[in-house]
Nanobody, 121 residues
């Protein structure tokens, strides 16, 4: 099995910062990509930031310049540094990983449980 666990969410005032962490564990042979999504009440889940093995990183336009994604491949971790937070950033943030459990397995998507981020005005 593969598990993803997010942490670091909380309540912060507009303009503040939070750092989210996601740890992958279990039957992880390799991680091809790590990404962060978020979902606000009544809205669809949206991609926030993605880090692809091979070096490609992309951000949603709404967070570009404010959020930074970083990977620690040795520890199967991914982080999301969130600065200059806005009330519209309020959402549950989910970690997603493309994981191969054994050599040559096609990677599958795995999701974390989510961590709540609330930004007050």
């Amino acid at each position: 099995q593969v598990q993803l666990v997010e942490s670091g969410g909380g309540l912060v005032q507009a303009g503040g910062s939070l750092r989210l962490s996601c740890a992958a564990s279990g039957s992880v042979f390799s991680i091809n990509a790590l990404s962060w999504y978020r979902q606000a009440p009544g809205k669809q889940r949206e991609l926030v930031a993605a880090s692809i093995s091979g070096g490609n990183i992309n951000y949603a336009d709404s967070v570009k310049g404010r959020f930074t994604i970083a990977r620690d491949n040795a520890e199967n971790m991914v982080y999301l540094q969130m600065n200059s937070l806005k009330p519209e950033d309020t959402a549950i943030y989910y970690c997603n990983a493309l994981v191969s459990r054994w050599r040559d397995e096609l990677p599958r998507n795995y999701w974390g449980q989510g961590t709540q981020v609330t930004v007050s005005s």
